[in-house]
C-alpha cells in the first residue's frame, strides 16, 4: 500500500501461524509509529491484545515477528504478507479472516490528502478451532460459503478519510454512514479489544480517477465513486423493489468529484455531483419463468407503497442543503424544498411487462403527497421510455430528449464547488461553510451546495441506468470543468458562441481570479493572481450549462472528445461491476457509452448483438442456480440472519484467561523428577502433552490463578493417556471464587469420558446454587428420579439460578481416578473459559467504555420496535433504571446505585400513569408492529405501577405474589388454573423479581403444590408440541423483523409509536369495557382489582380490526405478532418480491426467515380472528421474553457489583471527558515513568490481583483500588483498614514472573502522622506457601516521618507532571518470583517504637503528630481520628522476563515413564452382543435385552449427539438481542444446558435399579466416549433414558423434522438409536482371532 499524505509509513499486516496452528496478526499501519500483535485464540477464536509493551506493542515490524516466531522462522506453518484487514469473526469451529494482499489507488491523492484503495487481490485465511461444542452440517457448509464471497475488484476504503458520505465529508474516518458500510459486523471484533482502526472501513461498488486536459496538457482529475448501499442486499431476483428496510434493490449512490491538482501549499478547487440509481421504490417483484423469456412482474396487492415514503425521507434527509446554501450568504438564494427527480426509463407501451410499474410508480408519488409526510419534500417523476425511443428516434436524439429532460432539475439542483484550503489560518477568508476535522490539516470550504438528487432507475438499475446516468452525468462534467476554469471547447465550436447570447449572464471567477476597473478608461480587467497576469476578457465567458441545448451533433462537434471518452470509461467500468454485483454477469446495451468515439463504437456495434444474447443466458443461468448462494454470502458477510445461518455459534466468543498470564499457585506433582511445576498443562502450545501424576495418585488437585477476573463459563480438557486410556481421570470437580480462601463448589462428582488421546471435551459451569433453592423447586429431584418425568418442553419452570461473579480469580479444579491407588493419572491441557469484562476499555476509556457503563447502570433505555412506548411493562421496573441488583440490597447504605458518567445518585424515577388516546386506527403501516419501543412490553391494567418492581425479591414480594395467586384462584383454591391464568401468574413473578425458588416457598407456605401451577401440566401434549413450533417460528421471525427495523433506522428518525405492542398481554383481572368494543372477546367479571393496575383497568384505544373489520378495544386485540403468525406461510403477504428459495419456498416464513422481507400485514387483528395457538405462542414467547431478561439483569447486577469492588464510589469520575482523560493519560504516564525509574508497573489490576481478602473499612475505597492503574480512581480516594485492625497483609500476585526490584507505596491524601505510620515487611516466592516464602527487606515508616515532613499533613493539589508523594522500598538485588507479601503494621503506644519524648512535643499541640487529623472516609463516612493503616496505591517495580515451558529431563525417568505410557492394557474392551433393543419415549429412552449368557457388564460406549444448542428461543427483547453488542453474558451461560444419562438396570427383583447417572460433557458429534459402571453388573434388561435440559437442543435446520405427527419437538440429534453400545473387558489373547470382530 502507498503512503498517503501526512502518512508515516505504509500500512503492513503479517498473518503468522506457526506449527503449533496458532495464529497471530502483526499490524503496523501507516497512522502509528509502533506496531501491534493480535493474538487469535485457537479455543475460542476470541481476539487478545492486552497493549503490553514487549508483548503485543513493538518499535517495528521486525522485532514482532522475531517475538512471535522466536526468531526461527522453521517454527512458521505459513505467513501471509497483507496491505489490509478487512473483517474478522469466529463462527463456532472455525475463525475467518480477510485480508487484502494486493490494492490499486483507486484515487491516488485526494484534495486534503487520502488515497482509496481498490481491493484487487484478497485471501481468505480459516483458521480451525480446538472448540469441541457440537456445530451443525449446515453451519460449517456456510462458513466455506462465506469464504468464496467475490470481493476482489468490487470493494475498496479509505484508511484516513470518510468516504461514505458526499465529498467532502463532515464527519471523521471512524464515524462513517452505515448505509454504506459493509464490512461493519466483520470488523466488531477489532473494536471489542480498543483496536477499531486496525480494520478498515469498507465499501462496495467502484472507485476510479482520471487524469484529463485539453491540447493533451493535465489540467485536471476526475473521479467516479459509486457507493452500493447494503440496506437492500442480494441478487437480481432476490431483491427487488422496496424490502422492510425502506431500500430498494440495488440501490447505488453515484459521485462525480472533479477538481484542478495544485502544488504543495496552494488551495485546491473542486466541485463535486452526486446522483442516485436503484430499482422502483414500491413492493413489487418478478418471478423467473424458465419457459419464458421474461420474467412474470407483479406488484403486491396489498400495501404496495408501505416504506416508499420513508425511503424518499431517507434522501431526502441526506441531501437536504437548504441551511447550508442559506448560512454560504448571498451566493445562493434558500430554497424551500429539497427536490428529488426521479427519471423511469422503463417500457410503458401497451403490452408490455414493465406498464404496470409505470402504473403504480406514478400512484405510489400521488399516495406519497396525500399523506402529506414530506412537507419539506418535492418528489417529480419523469417517464423516458429509454428502449422505445432508441428503437423509434434512434441513439442521437434519445440522448438529446434526455438533456431536454434533465436540464431544470439539474440546474435547479446544481452542483457543489469549494476549495480545500491546506492551512486552517486561511479560514477567514472563506466565504462558505467550512469543514474541518482531524482526518487532515487543512480545511474545507464550501461556496455552494447540491439541494437534492436526481435518481435513475429502470427495472433492475442495469443497463439502461447506467448509459442515462451517464449522459446526465456527462453535461453536469462540462460545466464542472467550466466553473473550474479548464475550458473543454475544440476549435470546431468557435462559432457556435456569440457575445451577446448569454442573456445578461455574468458568470463567476474561477478560483484565485480578481475584478477590477482601469482608473482612467473605467473598463474591466481581470487579474490572474495564480500567474500574476492580466487580461482584458472574461476567463469564463460561456453560458452557463450551455451543452443542455446543443444537439448532439453540435456538442461533440464544439467538445474536445478526449476527456469524454475517459469520463465514458469510467462509466464502462463501473456498469459491469454493478451489473456483476447484482445479476452475476456483465452489463449489456453499453455500446452507447461509446457514441463519441466513432472507433470504439463501431466495435462495439459489430459484436453488441452476440455479446447481448451471451449475457441473457449467463443472467438467467445465474439466477436460477447461484442466485440463492450468493444471497446468502451476502446476509452472511454483513451479519445478518446470523441467527439462522449460525443458530449455535456464539456472537461474542468466550475468553481463555487461564492463558497465557494464569499460573498454578502449587507444583503439581509429577513422575519427572525435573518438571515445570505443570505450567504446561496451561500451555497450548503443548497440546500434545501427556502430564503424568505421581505414583498411585488418589486425587490431583489444580489451583490455578486466572490472568484476568472473569466469570467462568466453560472447563475444557484436552484427553491426554498412553495405550491405556484408563489412565485419564473418570470424575472431576470445581470450585471457584474471588480469593484462594473460600472457593465456592461450582461442580461435583461430574463424569470424565475415557475418549481417544488428543479429544477435547467441555464441561459446562454454573455459579455456586443454594442447596435450598434445589431442594425447594425440587429440580435435582426430579433429575434424580427412579421415574422422571418429561423434561420442561415451554421453558425451564423450575429454572435455578447460581451466582455471577465477574471477579472471579482463582480455580481449583480436583481431578479423580476411575479406581484409587491403580496407579498413576495423566493429564492434558486444562484450560478455563469464561467472560471478562472490557476492563481494559474502562481503564483506557476506550469508545465502547461509556457505552458499557450506560448497559450496566441500567441508565441505557433500549428502544424495542416491537413495544409501545405509551403503555408501561410489568418487568419494566425489573429491567430498567427502576430496579435495584438483588445482590446489593443489602449494601445499599455503602453502595448506592451511582451514574458512572455524571456521578449522579440514581434515584427511582416518579412514573405517571399512561394516557390512551381514543382514536380509531384504520391499519396505515404494513410493519407497525415494529415501530414501538421496548421499556413497556405490557399493556393495560397489568402495567400501571412500575415502582413496585423497584423493589428486589422479599418477602414482601412474597407476599404480593401470595395475594395475586388469591386474586386469580378465587375463594377456591383448589380450582385448577387454566394455562392462560398460570402464565399470566409467572408475568407477575417476573414483574416481583422473584426467582422459581422464591416462588415455590411462597407457595409452600400457604399449602400449595408449585406443580399445581406448572403450565407444562396443563396441556395435553401433543398440543404442547404444536405450540412449541409455533413459539419457535414466531422467535424467529420476531428475530428477523427486528434486525429489519434496526436497519432500517439507518438515516432515518424515530418511528410512530402504537399503543398495541408486540405481545399485547392483558393483567391479572383486566377486562373488555364494551362500549365501542365489537368483539368483547375478553368479558366478564373479573375476580377483583389487579394489585398491579389502577383504578381504571380498561383502555379507551379503539382500532379496527384488518380481517373481520369490527371495532376492536386493546384488551380484546392481539399482539403485533400475531399478524406474523398468520401470514407468514402466505406468498402474498410475506414476499412482494417475489423472493423465492429455489426450493420454492417463500422468504418470510418460519422455514426460512432469512430474507430481508419479513413484511407483514398491517394494522391490528382482534383475538377472535386469531387462533387459539397463536395467542398462547404470543404469551408464551413474552414470558421466555421476561427469562431472558432476567438473565439479563441478573448479569448486569454481576458487573455493577464488580465495578464496584474495583472503582467504588469513585467510579462516578470514571468516564470523564475524552480530552480530560487523554491529559491526564498523558501525564499519568509520565509519572508512573518517573516512580518506576522507567522500568514497568507489574501489579496492575487487572492482569495482578490479591491471593486473599483484607479486611476494609466501611466507605474506603475497594481493595482492589490498591493496584488499579494510576489514573484511575479520584485523587481523594484511598484504601484504610478499620481501625481496629493493626496487621495486614496484603498478597500480591503479579501478572507474570518478573524480576522485582522494589515496591513504590502512594501516601493517601490525608498523609502519614507518628501514629499510623506503619512499619513495612516485603517478602517474594512463587509459591502460596508462606514457609517458601524470602524476605526482601523491613522498613521502619516512623523514621521516614520524621525525617521527611512531606509525608505529613494533607496533600496539596497536584500540579501536572508532579508526582505524588510516594515512598520507595527498593531491593538490594531483583528478584524473580510471582507473589509479593507485603506486611504493614501499626506501633503500639509504648512500644520501643514509639518514644514519647522523642515523638511528642508537649509544648506546641499544633506541631503534634498526633494532635487529631480530620480522616474522613476516602469516598464519603464519618470523620475518623482513631489510628488506622492506610495507602493509596502499591505499585510493584521491575521487569517481567515471560515465561519458557521447561522441557522435561531426558534422563531414565522419562524413558521409564515412556515405557509406562506405551505399556498395552491388560484388559481391552469388547462388544456384548443384544438381542433386541426398543426406543420408546421419542428416541429419548433406549431398553437394550441381553441374552442369558452376557458376560459382566462394564461399561457403556455413547456416540456424541449431533443435536446443537441454538442462540434463540424467543423474540427480541431489544436491538442487543440481534448482535450482542451489548450483552454482558449470552443467555446459555447463564443457565446452561446439561445432558444426563441415566442407566438402569433389571436386577433379581424384577425391579428397575438406577446402576448411575452420568453428565454429560459437550465434545464434538459422534466422538466416542466410554464410561465405566461403578461396578460391573450382571443383568438381562438395561435402560439407558437421557435426561436434563433436552428442549434447549435443536437440529440442524436443513435437517428439522416438521412432521405434524411428531408429539414431541425433540432434538433428532439426541436420539440413543444407534448410539449406544455396552462392553465388558477380557483379555485379547483369551478371545484369539473374535477379539478385533468384538472391539468397541
Known amino acids: 500500500m502507498e503512503s498517503s499524505a501526512g502518512c508515516l509509513r505504509d500500512t503492513s499486516v503479517v498473518v503468522v501461524t506457526l506449527e503449533s496452528s496458532e495464529v497471530y496478526i502483526i499490524v503496523s499501519l501507516s497512522t502509528k509509529t509502533d506496531t501491534q500483535v493480535i493474538y487469535i485464540d485457537p479455543t475460542t477464536g476470541a481476539l487478545r491484545y492486552s497493549a503490553k509493551q514487549g508483548y503485543d506493542v513493538f518499535k517495528s515490524q521486525k522485532e514482532a515477528l522475531d517475538y512471535v516466531t522466536n526468531h526461527s522462522k522453521w517454527l512458521c506453518k505459513s505467513i501471509t504478507y497483507a496491505s489490509a484487514i478487512l473483517g474478522y469473526a469466529a463462527l463456532g469451529s472455525y475463525a475467518v479472516l480477510l485480508v487484502a494482499t494486493r490494492l490499486t489507488a483507486g484515487i491516488p491523492n485526494l484534495p486534503g490528502g487520502g488515497c482509496v484503495y481498490s481491493v484487487t487481490e484478497s485471501q481468505w485465511i480459516r483458521v480451525s478451532l480446538q472448540n469441541p461444542q457440537p456445530q451443525s452440517k449446515t453451519e460449517i457448509k456456510n462458513v466455506q460459503e462465506l469464504t468464496e464471497f467475490d470481493i476482489d475488484g468490487k470493494h475498496y476504503f479509505c484508511e484516513t478519510r470518510d468516504i461514505t458520505r458526499p465529498f467532502p465529508s463532515r464527519m471523521p474516518v471512524q464515524n462513517p454512514d452505515d448505509e454504506f458500510v459493509w464490512n461493519k459486523w466483520f470488523s466488531v471484533p477489532f473494536k471489542n479489544i480498543g483496536l477499531p482502526q486496525h480494520c478498515v472501513i469498507l465499501l462496495q461498488g467502484f472507485v476510479e480517477s482520471k487524469t484529463f486536459g485539453s491540447l493533451g496538457q493535465q489540467e485536471g482529475v476526475v473521479a467516479l465513486t459509486a457507493r452500493r448501499s447494503r440496506l437492500h442486499p442480494g441478487t437480481r431476483y432476490l431483491a427487488r423493489g422496496l424490502n422492510s428496510c425502506y431500500s430498494t434493490g440495488n440501490e447505488v449512490e453515484c459521485e462525480q468529484l472533479v477538481w484542478v491538482p495544485k502544488r504543495a501549499g496552494q488551495s485546491v478547487p473542486f466541485s463535486t455531483y452526486i446522483w442516485r440509481r436503484g430499482t422502483i421504490p414500491m413492493w413489487w417483484g418478478a418471478e423467473l419463468k424458465l419457459t419464458a423469456a421474461e420474467a412474470e412482474i407483479y406488484v403486491s396487492e396489498r400495501d404496495p407503497y408501505k416504506g416508499s415514503a420513508q425511503y424518499y425521507q431517507r434522501l431526502s434527509e441526506r441531501y437536504d442543503a437548504r441551511n447550508l446554501d442559506a448560512a454560504v450568504g448571498g451566493s445562493q438564494k434558500k430554497s424551500a424544498l429539497v427536490p428529488i427527480v ?284 447461484v442466485d440463492s448462494s450468493r444471497q446468502k454470502q451476502l446476509q452472511i458477510f454483513l451479519g445478518l440472519r446470523l441467527f439462522k445461518h449460525f443458530p449455535s455459534a456464539m456472537i461474542h466468543p468466550l475468553h481463555v484467561p487461564s492463558r497465557p498470564f494464569g499460573c498454578f499457585l502449587k507444583p503439581v506433582p509429577s513422575m519427572f523428577t525435573s518438571s515445570d511445576g505443570g505450567a504446561s498443562l496451561l500451555s497450548f502450545k503443548r497440546k500434545d502433552l501427556i502430564w503424568v501424576s505421581a505414583h498411585a495418585a488418589d486425587v490431583v488437585e489444580l489451583f490455578i490463578y486466572l490472568g484476568e477476573p472473569c466469570h467462568v463459563s466453560q472447563l475444557l480438557l484436552t484427553v491426554a493417556h498412553g495405550a491405556d486410556d484408563t489412565t485419564f481421570p473418570s470424575t472431576v470437580d470445581v470450585r471457584t471464587g474471588r480469593y484462594l480462601d473460600g472457593l465456592k463448589l461450582v461442580l461435583e462428582g461430574a463424569s470424565v469420558p475415557q475418549c481417544a488421546n488428543g479429544t477435547n471435551i467441555v464441561i459446562p459451569l454454573t455459579g455456586p446454587t443454594s442447596p435450598e433453592d434445589m431442594a425447594v423447586t425440587g429440580a435435582g429431584a426430579r433429575l434424580h428420579a427412579q421415574q422422571p418425568s418429561n423434561p420442561f418442553m415451554l421453558y425451564d419452570f423450575e429454572e435455578l439460578e447460581g451466582e455471577l461473579d465477574f471477579l472471579t480469580r482463582f480455580v481449583a479444579v480436583t481431578f479423580y481416578p476411575a479406581v484409587p491407588g491403580r496407579g498413576p493419572m495423566t493429564l492434558g491441557e486444562v484450560e478455563i473459559l469464561g467472560v471478562s469484562l472490557p476492563w481494559r476499555s474502562l481503564f483506557s476509556h476506550g469508545d465502547g467504555a461509556a457505552r458499557f457503563i450506560e448497559h450496566v447502570n441500567g441508565q441505557t433505555k433500549e428502544i424495542n420496535p416491537f413495544l409501545s412506548e405509551t403503555n408501561s411493562n410489568t418487568l419494566a421496573a425489573v429491567v430498567t433504571n427502576d430496579r435495584k441488583p438483588p445482590s446489593l440490597q443489602s449494601e445499599s447504605s455503602a453502595i448506592p446505585l451511582i451514574d458512572l458518567l455524571t456521578g449522579e445518585v440514581i434515584l427511582p424515577d416518579s412514573n405517571s400513569q399512561p394516557v390512551a388516546e381514543s382514536v380509531v386506527h384504520e391499519g396505515s403501516d404494513l410493519l407497525d408492529f415494529l415501530d414501538d419501543v421496548v421499556t413497556q412490553p405490557v399493556s393495560g391494567g397489568m402495567n400501571q405501577s412500575k415502582n413496585v418492581s423497584s423493589q428486589g425479591p422479599s418477602d414482601n414480594g412474597s407476599q404480593q405474589y401470595i395475594r395475586l395467586f388469591k386474586l386469580l384462584a378465587g375463594p377456591d383454591w383448589d380450582r385448577s388454573l387454566d394455562f392462560m391464568e398460570s402464565m399470566k401468574l409467572e408475568i407477575e413473578r417476573f414483574r416481583l423479581n422473584l426467582s422459581a425458588a422464591e416462588r415455590d416457598r411462597a407457595l409452600l407456605s400457604i399449602g400449595i403444590d408449585p406443580a399445581s401451577i406448572n403450565p407444562h401440566m396443563l396441556l395435553e401434549d401433543s398440543y404442547m408440541g404444536q405450540l412449541y413450533k409455533v413459539a419457535s417460528s414466531l422467535a424467529l421471525l420476531g428475530q428477523a423483523s427486528i434486525e429489519d427495523k434496526i436497519t432500517a433506522s439507518i438515516g432515518l428518525g424515530t418511528s410512530d409509536k402504537k399503543s398495541v405492542d408486540f405481545w399485547n398481554i392483558t393483567a391479572i383481572g383486566e377486562r373488555c369495557s364494551g362500549g365501542a368494543c365489537q368483539v368483547l372477546a375478553e368479558t366478564g367479571h373479573a375476580a377483583g382489582a389487579s394489585l398491579t393496575s389502577s383504578s381504571s383497568m380498561t383502555s379507551e384505544s379503539i382500532f379496527v380490526c384488518t380481517e373481520c373489520r369490527r371495532k376492536v378495544c386493546r384488551v380484546c386485540s392481539a399482539g403485533k405478532g400475531a399478524h406474523l403468525l398468520a401470514s407468514y406461510n402466505s406468498k402474498e403477504n410475506s414476499a412482494y418480491n417475489g423472493v423465492t428459495s429455489q426450493g420454492g419456498s417463500v422468504h418470510g416464513n418460519s422455514a426460512d426467515a432469512s430474507s430481508n422481507h419479513s413484511a407483514t400485514l398491517d394494522g391490528v387483528m382482534c383475538k377472535s380472528c386469531c387462533n387459539e395457538v397463536v395467542l398462547d405462542a404470543l404469551i408464551l414467547d413474552y414470558v421466555r421474553v421476561l427469562i431472558s431478561q432476567r438473565r439479563r439483569t441478573r448479569a448486569g447486577d454481576a458487573a455493577e457489583k464488580a465495578l464496584f469492588h474495583v472503582f467504588g464510589l469513585s467510579s462516578r469520575n470514571l468516564i470523564p471527558e475524552r480530552d480530560e482523560f487523554l491529559k491526564s493519560q498523558g501525564t499519568a504516564t509520565k509519572v508512573l515513568e518517573k516512580l518506576t525509574d522507567g522500568e514497568e508497573s507489574l501489579a496492575e489490576f487487572p492482569f495482578a490481583s490479591f491471593l486473599h481478602p483484607v479486611e476494609t473499612a466501611a466507605g474506603s475505597a475497594p481493595l482492589l483500588s490498591l493496584v488499579a492503574p494510576l489514573n484511575s480512581g479520584s485523587q481523594e480516594s484511598y484504601w484504610r483498614a478499620p481501625p481496629s485492625i493493626s496487621s495486614v497483609e496484603f498478597v500480591i500476585v503479579l501478572s507474570d514472573i518478573s524480576d522485582v526490584s522494589g515496591v513504590v507505596l502512594l501516601v493517601s491524601p490525608c498523609g502519614y502522622s507518628m501514629s499510623d505510620a506503619p512499619t513495612i515487611q516485603i517478602w517474594a516466592s512463587n509459591k502460596v506457601d508462606k514457609e517458601e516464602r524470602t524476605c526482601t527487606g523491613k522498613w521502619d515508616m516512623q523514621s521516614l516521618v520524621t525525617s521527611s515532613s512531606e509525608l505529613c499533613g494533607r496533600e496539596k493539589s497536584l500540579q501536572d507532571g508532579k508526582l505524588p508523594r510516594h515512598v520507595k522500598f527498593a531491593f538490594r538485588n531483583p528478584v524473580r518470583c510471582r507473589i509479593i507479601w507485603v506486611t504493614m503494621r501499626l506501633p503500639r503506644l509504648g512500644s520501643n517504637s514509639v518514644n514519647i519524648e522523642r515523638d511528642f512535643n508537649l509544648f506546641s499541640m499544633d506541631e503534634n503528630p498526633f494532635a487529631q487529623i480530620d480522616r474522613r472516609a476516602s469516598i464519603g463516612g464519618e470523620i475518623n481520628s482513631d489510628p488506622c493503616i492506610h495507602v493509596k496505591r502499591i505499585l510493584v517495580v521491575g521487569k517481567s522476563v515471560g515465561r519458557e515451558i521447561v522441557s522435561s529431563s531426558q534422563g531414565s525417568d522419562q524413558v521409564n515413564v515412556k515405557n509406562w505410557l506405551e505399556r498395552a492394557p491388560p484388559l481391552n474392551r469388547f462388544k456384548i452382543p443384544i438381542e433386541v433393543e426398543r426406543l420408546i419415549d421419542n428416541d429419548l429412552i433406549l431398553e437394550q435385552f441381553l441374552p442369558p449368557a452376557s458376560p459382566m457388564l462394564a461399561g457403556f460406549r455413547l456416540d456424541g449427539f449431533s443435536a446443537i444448542k441454538h442462540r434463540v428461543n424467543h423474540s427480541p427483547a431489544s436491538d442487543v438481542d440481534i448482535d450482542g453488542s451489548n450483552s454482558l453474558l449470552d443467555e446459555r451461560l447463564t443457565n446452561p444446558a446439561v445432558l444426563y444419562i441415566q442407566v438402569s438396570a433389571l436386577q433379581e427383583s424384577h425391579n428397575m435399579v438406577t446402576v448411575a447417572e452420568y453428565r454429560l460433557p459437550e465434545v464434538k458429534a459422534n466422538t466416542p466416549m466410554y464410561f465405566d459402571f461403578p461396578r460391573q453388573i450382571s443383568t438381562r434388561r438395561v435402560t439407558f433414558r437421557l435426561l436434563g435440559d433436552i428442549a434447549a437442543f435443536s437440529d440442524d435446520p436443513s435437517e428439522q423434522d416438521d412432521s405434524e405427527f411428531k408429539a414431541y419437538p425433540w432434538a433428532a440429534g439426541l436420539s440413543l438409536a444407534n448410539r449406544v453400545k455396552l462392553y465388558y473387558y477380557a483379555d485379547p489373547y483369551e478371545l484369539g482371532k473374535w477379539a478385533s470382530l468384538s472391539a468397541v
Open 342 to 625: 426521479c427519471v423511469n426509463l422503463l417500457r410503458n407501451g401497451e403490452g408490455k411487462s414493465e406498464c404496470i410499474l409505470v402504473q403504480h410508480f406514478e400512484e405510489s408519488l400521488n399516495y406519497i403527497r396525500s399523506t402529506g409526510k414530506l412537507p419539506h419534500t418535492r418528489i417529480h417523476l419523469i417517464n423516458y421510455d429509454w428502449h422505445a425511443s432508441v428503437k423509434l428516434k434512434g441513439e442521437q436524439q434519445t440522448i438529446e430528449g434526455l438533456w431536454y429532460l434533465l436540464k431544470a432539475p439539474t440546474v435547479s439542483i446544481g452542483i457543489a464547488e469549494g476549495d480545500y484550503l491546506p492551512t486552517r489560518e486561511r479560514i477567514k477568508n472563506c466565504k462558505g461553510e467550512i469543514i474541518l476535522n482531524d482526518d487532515y490539516d487543512g480545511a474545507f470550504c464550501l461556496r455552494s451546495h447540491q439541494n437534492g438528487v436526481i435518481r435513475f432507475n429502470c427495472a433492475d438499475s442495469l443497463d439502461r441506468t447506467n448509459a442515462a446516468s451517464f449522459f446526465g452525468a456527462l453535461q453536469v462534467f462540462m460545466e464542472q470543468c467550466r466553473r473550474l476554469g479548464i475550458s473543454l471547447d475544440s476549435n470546431m465550436a468557435y462559432g457556435y458562441q456569440s457575445a451577446g447570447n448569454n442573456a445578461g449572464y455574468v458568470a463567476p471567477l474561477p478560483p484565485g481570479w480578481e475584478k477590477r476597473s482601469d482608473a482612467v478608461t473605467g473598463k474591466a480587467y481581470y487579474i490572474d493572481h495564480n500567474t500574476r497576469t492580466t487580461t482584458w476578457s472574461h476567463p469564463c465567458p460561456d453560458k452557463p450549462w450551455k451543452r443542455f441545448d446543443m444537439t448532439f451533433e453540435e456538442f461533440k462537434r464544439s467538445t474536445i472528445l478526449s476527456p469524454v471518452s475517459q469520463l465514458a470509461d469510467l462509466f464502462l467500468t463501473a456498469g459491469d461491476i454493478h451489473a456483476t454485483l447484482y445479476t452475476g454477469s456483465k452489463a449489456m446495451h453499453s455500446q452507447i457509452l461509446s457514441i463519441f468515439n466513432e472507433e470504439a463504437g463501431g466495435k462495439f456495434k459489430q459484436f453488441s448483438a452476440a455479446q447481448n444474447m451471451k449475457i441473457t443466458l449467463q443472467r438467467r443461468y445465474k439466477n436460477a442456480v
